[in-house]
């Protein structure tokens, strides 16, 4: 059976990415709306950025207003600032907000209205030229036709899509990742991770998928721990920042899962960050998705080096699941009480928690059936 696998049309990785990319930055329009953070401001990366591209012969404009992780509210401001600017292309330089923010305010720049019209919907518009410069390990943005949404009227994540939001360039440069604080680095790496293993065990995984996520998942075992350890390893940060690309390869040509699904409507409702909620569904939906895809997470724990070839797939899959607890201890991930969510108000939300995992599709995408009952009863697994 034939497969698409999209990828961006350019990718630059390694040390020295952006300034190898400039050329083609600078081709790309004549002014650049350039989405970020005020941290990644502070830090001088744009600064730097708008120099390159003025000695190129482009002019840029600063929309610095992604504060967290992006809404719809936010959307509409860097829509503002793209139509006073009268700019033509736009870049994403920061995390994963940034990125998903610049896909969105593309959107709108052609089509109009709210962004979540587009909720449920296979997004088709001809977008204005996107460059993707991430300076986190960890959410894949700059490989994905994905972007997340928060609707700020109805309290939740939206998983909008589309093959025209995949950027046109992806610029990936770990040496934006060594400012990344420990817990930045271990919920994007944790993104990846979830991502990658999301992937290899979804119902449309593919050879191509599979070869991107396994990769990504031997790279995360390995250098996570090291990056948690040592933000200032550059090695780590070299390999996390390619795992992280891998992953978002995948989960873009494979779909995410369970996880990703029971975790939007914790991050909308509670505010915890999304590589976190992952983070701490991990184990629980992994030892209810285990039995439907043996031979997949058997095929994991191998590739870590955590079972062998003599391990039947049972065994094998069993020592997966110890290994992801054990990379979300070292990463020293809070349980939810631990975090500060209130147990109650978690409780009296669940029904519509569990409604809204259902309705994103990711849940369908897992081997093993999954019903809302599931849902519910993993979203209660969490508080024992």
Same mark, same amino acid.
């Given at each position: 059976?034939?497969?698409?696998?999209?990828?961006p049309?350019?990718?630059?990785?390694g #040390?020295?990415?952006?300034?190898?990319?400039?050329?083609?930055?600078? /081709?790309?329009?004549?002014?650049?709306?350039?989405?970020?953070?005020?941290h990644?401001?502070?830090?001088?990366?744009?600064?730097?950025?708008?120099?390159?591209?003025?000695?190129?012969?482009?002019?840029?404009?600063?929309?610095?207003?992604?504060?967290?992780?992006? @809404?719809?509210?936010?959307i509409?401001? +860097? &829509?503002?600032?793209?139509?006073?600017?009268?700019?033509?292309?736009?870049?994403?330089?920061? +995390?994963?907000?940034?990125?998903? #923010?610049?896909?969105?305010?593309?959107?709108?720049?052609?089509?109009?209205?709210?962004?979540?019209?587009?909720?449920?919907?296979?997004i088709?518009?001809?977008?204005?030229?996107?460059?993707?410069?991430?300076?986190?390990?960890?959410?894949?943005?700059?490989?994905?036709?994905?972007?997340?949404?928060?609707?700020?009227?109805?309290?939740?994540?939206?998983?909008?899509?589309?093959?025209?939001?995949?950027?046109?360039?992806?610029i990936v440069?770990?040496?934006f990742?060594?400012?990344?604080?420990?817990?930045?680095?271990?919920?994007?790496?944790?993104? $990846?991770?979830?991502?990658? @293993?999301?992937?290899?065990?979804?119902?449309?995984?593919?050879?191509?998928?599979?070869?991107?996520?396994?990769?990504?998942?031997?790279?995360?075992?390995?250098?996570?721990?090291?990056?948690?350890?040592?933000?200032?390893?550059?090695?780590?940060?070299?390999?996390?920042?390619?795992?992280?690309?891998?992953?978002?390869? $995948?989960?873009?040509?494979?779909?995410?899962?369970?996880?990703?699904?029971?975790?939007?409507?914790?991050?909308?409702?509670?505010?915890?960050?999304?590589?976190?909620?992952?983070?701490?569904? &991990?184990?629980?939906?992994?030892?209810?998705?285990?039995?439907?895809?043996?031979?997949?997470? $058997?095929?994991?724990?191998?590739?870590?080096?955590?079972?062998?070839?003599?391990?039947?797939?049972?065994?094998?899959?069993?020592?997966? &699941?110890?290994?992801?607890?054990?990379?979300?201890?070292?990463?020293?991930?809070?349980?939810?009480?631990?975090?500060?969510?209130?147990?109650?108000?978690?409780?009296?939300?669940?029904?519509k928690?569990?409604?809204?995992?259902?309705?994103?599709?990711?849940?369908?995408?897992?081997?093993?059936?999954?019903?809302?009952?599931?849902?519910? /009863?993993?979203?209660?697994? &969490?508080?024992?």
């Open positions: 059976m034939a497969r698409e696998f999209l990828m049309a350019r990718i630059f990785t #040390s020295g990415a952006l300034d190898a990319a400039i050329p083609y930055l600078c /081709r790309m329009g004549k002014k650049a709306l350039i989405v970020t953070g005020p990644v401001v502070k830090l001088g990366g744009v600064a730097k950025l708008q120099e390159q591209l003025k000695a190129g012969g482009v002019e840029s404009a600063i929309f610095s207003n992604i504060t967290g992780e992006p @809404t719809d509210l936010m509409n401001e +860097g &829509l503002s600032v793209y139509q006073a600017e009268a700019c033509d292309f736009l870049i994403g330089f920061g +995390g994963g907000s940034p990125l998903d #923010s610049m896909k969105a305010i593309a959107v709108l720049s052609v089509t109009g209205g709210h962004i979540s019209d587009f909720m449920g919907k296979v088709e518009a001809d977008l204005p030229p996107m460059a993707a410069i991430p300076t986190t390990a960890g959410t894949g943005s700059e490989t994905t036709q994905f972007t997340i949404i928060t609707d700020t009227e109805k309290d939740i994540k939206m998983l909008l899509k589309g093959p025209c939001l995949m950027p046109d360039l992806a440069d770990p040496a990742t060594l400012s990344a604080p420990k817990g930045i680095t271990a919920a994007t790496g944790l993104d $990846a991770l979830t991502h990658a @293993t999301e992937a290899y065990t979804s119902r449309k995984a593919q050879p191509m998928s599979d070869t991107f996520a396994l990769s990504a998942i031997k790279r995360i075992f390995t250098y996570l721990p090291k990056a948690y350890a040592d933000g200032s390893d550059e090695k780590a940060r070299e390999e996390m920042s390619l795992a992280a690309f891998e992953a978002g390869a $995948a989960f873009n040509n494979a779909s995410v899962t369970l996880i990703h699904g029971m975790s939007r409507p914790i991050g909308a409702l509670f505010h915890v960050p999304h590589g976190i909620s992952n983070a701490m569904l &991990l184990p629980t939906c992994f030892a209810y998705a285990l039995d439907g895809a043996l031979d997949r997470f $058997a095929d994991m724990a191998r590739a870590i080096g955590k079972a062998t070839a003599e391990d039947r797939d049972q065994a094998a899959a069993e020592k997966f &699941l110890e290994a992801i607890c054990e990379i979300c201890a070292v990463c020293e991930i809070p349980t939810l009480a631990a975090y500060g969510i209130d147990r109650e108000k978690f409780f009296a939300s669940m029904e928690m569990a409604a809204d995992a259902i309705a994103s599709g990711s849940p369908a995408n897992t081997i093993k059936p999954v019903t809302e009952a599931d849902v519910l /009863r993993m979203y209660e697994q &969490l508080w024992k």
